[in-house]
């Protein structure tokens, strides 16, 4: 005989989440009410390390920073897929081999792609 799964076998779940979530809950709205209130004008500006801010701080800047960190993370992400391949070469055989050909071609056709696209050239 099967045991049957029924809104009674999760009543300890939920149990759990509700006094789980009232628990953030009620410390959030004590903290609140008990909470020491002193907005002074000092509290208010923005604290940029103890100098004092001037003019706006959202300056563009080139998209490349943000291209070659993708990049870079997309890559590393990549390699560490290797490892777990270097670790069981033997056990995967010629199948194996032929896969990380495989993944290493992919890799290596997006990587001239990259290069193709000038994404690296910082001119």
Sequence with gaps: MEAQSTAVN???????MVVAIGFVVGTMAVTH????????SDKLIPFE?????????????????FLVAILFVLFDVEVIFMYPWAVNFRDFGVNGLIEMFIFMGTLLLGFIYILKKGALDWD
Excluded: M
């Design 10 to 16: 999760y009543l300890p779940i939920i149990f759990q």
């Design 33 to 40: 009410l008990i909470g020491p209130r002193r907005n002074t």
């Design 49 to 65: 390390s103890g100098i004092k801010s001037i003019g706006n701080a959202r300056q563009p800047f080139s998209i490349k920073y």
